[in-house]
């Protein structure tokens, strides 16, 4: 398996354009995890899915963040309109079914809003 | 919700000499702690990870322990390589739930 794909790996963009970040998760992992990195905030938790549907977006900053997953291979993350304190290295990550098992992690997106 | 707290924030040690990474966490009910090793524009990486029912796990030079009744759990290094120069972050499930809470990170750097 070639582990947990995003793309694109670099994104510029101008404040209040739309953003959309993918991610396919390894084949068979029932959770997918959407995290923000900041050098202020450290790694934070946005939203999670289980069996494609979300569980927990307490995380979410603002209405203008929003995931979905339509299916078990593919998600989106999407920031309208976006801001320059969004930019930061945007991660998704997968684990299996079982609980608190290892997540693992893709290799990032990073999101600069000028 | 669960709150980690890691220190020191940067750590360096003469190659060859142990390094030794503290977190501690809010909630008792958090049962998973994993570590994650993060090099210089990669993506973080399990390195080992421990849950509530055993107080100590070895894995070659990294071991990790942890005390429930105080909350706080390390991590450990022995024999330090160049190659363990990264960021290192420990995390707890947010008391028991799917999902983990991020120390904000230690850069342990060797020195050589």
């Known amino acids: 398996d070639a582990g947990v794909i995003q793309s694109p790996r670099h994104e510029v963009t101008e404040m209040g354009q739309e953003v959309t970040l993918r991610c396919k998760p390894i084949s068979g992992h029932d959770y997918l995890f959407w995290y923000r990195q900041t050098m202020m905030r450290g790694l934070e938790l946005l939203i999670y899915?289980?069996?494609?549907?979300?569980?927990?977006d307490s995380g979410m900053p603002e209405d203008r963040f929003s995931a979905k997953m339509p299916n078990a291979s593919f998600s989106t993350l999407k920031i309208q309109p976006s801001e320059p304190r969004d930019s930061a290295v945007y991660f998704c990550a997968s684990s299996k079914a079982a609980r608190n098992t290892e997540a693992f992690f893709g290799q990032g997106t990073r999101l600069t809003v000028v | 919700g669960e709150n980690v707290e890691q220190h020191p924030s940067t750590l360096s040690v003469q190659e060859g000499d142990s390094a030794v990474i503290k977190c501690t966490y809010s909630?008792?009910?958090?049962?998973?702690f994993p570590w994650y090793k993060q090099e210089l524009g990669k993506r973080p990486q399990l390195i080992i990870d421990i849950r509530s029912n055993v107080g100590e796990k070895k894995d070659q030079r990294i071991a990790v322990t942890l005390n429930k009744t105080a909350k706080h759990f390390s991590l450990h290094i022995t024999e330090t390589q160049p190659e363990d120069s990264a960021v290192y972050f420990c995390a707890a499930n947010r008391g028991g739930a799917d999902g983990l809470t991020f120390g904000k990170g230690t850069h342990l750097i060797i020195q050589p």
């Open positions: 909630d008792s009910a958090s049962n998973y």
């Open positions: 899915f289980n069996n494609n549907v979300p569980i927990d």
